[in-house]
């Protein structure tokens, strides 16, 4: 029985209640675009050795806890400095989670350029900091004097640049990265969610600056299933973070798995490498569309802008055509107009850029 004295609206944070959870819609049948995920799987005969290793795990037994096999392969795979740690995370969304649990007292604030992932916005509001976006430039790169004005006035604990930047595929120019790096008072996390498309890291250079430490997840790589994200950096840092996280945070299939896919890597990087071919054709061909304007990316999406006040009218079209994509109208902002498609198999994009075009016809 619920009265005003025992109800939800009482108990739960304000900042909780103002929150929106996380809407991920259901594909149905439809081609999925919408996600970030890596459109192919294993070979057959890759996937009946993957079930062999996964028929020796001992479900009745927590699993590691410091995860040590698998962190050693990561570290090796991952090209992390040989003097650097890694913390394991459910995902890493988790991590992010963590950093801000490690840090987070009323007031203090957490920052990111705009537009940017949403989940830096929401675990900061969750875990009670203030969230500061940063505007971005026009094209969508990073402004070295806005963003240092912005830190010097709001004195951030983190700062969050998703390098590249979702959802604008944006890579920001390393020397402006570098400066924001040496004017932050705390914490910079560089999250190179889409390592696999793009030859830019800040990885090789953790050991140039003490505030510095660099995200990763597989799940762009082609394991989102898996959910497992590391965070590289200074053992300083992590071993205070590592203080936040739940024990056996990193479940027995997922280390089982997560091993033999990293045994097996050179898999994941041929259909990386397909993916970012692929992404070059999708880009010329939206390109040639009337009406539609490109931004350069270097994950595996693009964002694209559509004739103003058409995008809500277009994303639902796609839709009935069998297409999901992510519509970032509703986002607002600098987003107004713009849409975002994942890269996925060739005749999965041909789909889309078929429908695309009965659309804006
Ligand atoms: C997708 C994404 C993540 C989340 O990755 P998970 O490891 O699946 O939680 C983190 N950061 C950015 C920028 C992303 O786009």
Same mark, same amino acid.
């Given at each position: ?59 009745? !037994? ?15 795979? &991952? ?18 989670? +963590? ?11 957490? &920052? ?13 509001? *969750? ?54 790096? !040496? ?19 800040? +990885?090789? !250079? ?34 205070? *973070? ?24 050179? *898999? ?41 006040? !058409? ?51």
């Amino acid at each position: 029985m619920s009265t005003a004295g025992n109800s939800p609206q009482r108990w739960i944070r304000p900042e909780v209640q103002a929150l929106c959870a996380y809407h991920v819609p259901d594909p149905g049948g439809l081609v999925k675009l919408d996600a970030m995920e890596n459109p192919y799987r294993w070979p057959d005969e890759l996937v009946e050795q993957w079930l062999e290793v996964l028929r020796k795990v001992e479900l009745n !037994r927590y699993p590691d806890p410091g995860a040590q096999a698998l962190t050693l392969m990561l570290k090796q795979t &991952m090209q992390v400095p040989e003097d650097m740690q890694l913390l394991l995370g459910n995902g890493s969304d988790e991590l992010i989670q +963590m950093l801000a649990l490690a840090v987070a007292q009323p007031g203090r604030v957490i &920052m990111a350029p705009d537009p940017t992932f949403v989940m830096y916005r929401m675990i900061a509001e *969750v875990t009670g900091m203030t969230y500061q976006g940063v505007a971005l430039a026009e094209d969508f790169s990073l402004d070295v004097a806005v963003m240092q004005a912005a830190i010097d006035r709001h004195q951030p604990a983190i700062v969050f640049l998703s390098y590249p930047n979702n959802p604008t595929g944006t890579v920001f120019d390393s020397s402006a990265v570098e400066a924001v790096i !040496r004017c932050a008072p705390g914490l910079v996390v560089v999250d190179e969610a889409y390592a696999p498309f793009t030859d830019a890291s800040f +990885m090789p !250079r953790l050991g140039e600056f003490s505030n510095l430490l660099v995200l990763r997840t597989v799940s762009k790589m082609g394991l989102a299933g898996l959910r497992l994200g590391l965070l590289a950096g200074a053992a300083q840092w992590l071993s205070e *973070v590592d203080k936040t996280r739940l024990p056996y945070n990193i479940n027995v299939l997922t280390q089982a798995s997560a091993r033999f896919a990293l045994q097996h890597k050179a *898999v994941l990087d041929e259909q990386a490498q397909q993916i970012r071919a692929d992404r070059g054709r999708l880009s010329a061909a939206l390109q040639a569309l009337d009406g539609i304007q490109v931004y350069p990316s270097e994950a595996n999406f693009i964002l694209f802008r559509v004739p103003q006040g !058409r995008a809500d009218r277009i994303f639902a079209g796609l839709q009935e055509q069998g297409v999901l994509i992510k519509n970032l109208n509703p986002a607002g902002g600098r987003l107004q107009d713009c849409l975002r498609v994942t890269v996925g198999r060739p005749e999965e994009n041909q789909a889309f850029l078929a429908a695309l075009q009965k659309v804006l016809a």
